[in-house]
């Protein structure tokens, strides 16, 4: 490779780079592979979708006597399957599984749990503080328009996730280390659906004993099917490191370099144009 090249690789974001006297077949026969960059959104967005660690219980049933979700607003919103509407209206102690396909309802459903349930983030965080008397002005509160009635009458007001004192801390912690490419804010701010719908998830793993690196970890795979581009984008820069999705630190991926909407920004700058463009759903920030 001439030095020229080897620059000009180097800009486009591989840091990798050596140069090797005999070019390609020197290379392979030193055990080296090329790198199918194809293969990156299978292993960031499987097919079979990624199961979680928690299932939905009651938690449908409980949100529409309680008036967070009104049944035939939901109904009408958001197509449901089968088996999505058994676990609206009767539960289900099958695992929450997100896949390619489901993606709006799986928000939809932990938005709504997260709006309700009590939470040291809305005690002690900026929605709680600085933002208290604006907090029906955000899109995770003013944009919820499933419920019977206002949003607010429901937010912070129920212990559906029943969490101690130190797994309330712990939910506070792991929210501060996770943000969401639609904004810059982490959990512990949640003014749009996708930060409520992480918490819920947060508070469901944290109250199930789940390992934090654990929750980091399936935290990924829900942003990574609602924000399939950047997350398909920000495996691709540590592929071409030589690191597989499956082995990166997942709380340092979900953490603001990576997941806030300026550090995704920088990602995609560094990778440029990817060759594919994975559909998403659930990306959006409404209902």
């Not at 792991?174 to 639609?182: D, E, L, S, T, W």
């Not at 490191?241 to 953490?255: C, F, M, P, T």
Request: aromatic fraction near 8%; glycine fraction near 10%.
């Amino acid at each position: 490779m001439s030095t020229e090249a080897l620059l000009t690789v180097r800009k486009l974001g591989y840091t990798n780079v050596r140069h090797l006297t005999g070019g390609m077949d020197a290379w392979q026969k030193t055990g080296g592979k090329l790198l199918d960059l194809s293969l990156v959104e299978k292993e960031v967005l499987p097919e079979s979708g990624v199961e979680l660690p928690i299932s939905w219980g009651d938690i449908g049933p409980k949100l529409i006597a309680l008036g967070v979700i009104d049944e035939a607003k939901f109904k009408k919103a958001v197509k449901l399957t089968t088996e999505q509407e058994e676990i609206l209206t009767k539960g289900s102690d099958k695992k929450i599984v997100i896949d390619a396909t489901n993606g709006q309802f799986i928000v939809d459903m932990l938005w709504a749990l997260g709006l309700a349930q009590k939470s040291i983030v809305y005690e002690e965080g900026p929605m709680g503080k600085e933002y208290k008397d604006k907090a029906g002005n955000f899109a995770s509160t003013g944009g919820w328009s499933l419920a019977r009635g206002a949003a607010m009458q429901y937010l912070n007001r129920y212990d559906l996730i029943p969490l101690t004192p130190e797994q309330q801390k712990k939910v506070g912690e792991i929210a501060q280390n996770v943000y969401r490419p639609c904004c810059g804010n982490s959990t512990w701010f949640p003014d749009c659906n996708h930060g409520m719908a992480a918490l819920a998830a947060i508070e469901l793993m944290v109250a199930a004993g789940i390992d934090e690196n654990a929750i980091y970890r399936n935290v990924l795979a829900l942003n990574s099917y609602w924000f399939s581009n950047t997350y398909v984008t920000i495996a691709t820069l540590f592929a071409r490191d030589g690191i597989a999705w499956k082995d990166v630190d997942a709380k340092r991926v979900l953490g603001k370099d990576y997941s806030s909407a300026q550090g995704a920004a920088a990602i995609a700058k560094k990778v440029g144009p990817l060759p594919y463009k994975p559909e998403q759903q659930g990306g959006g920030c409404g209902a």
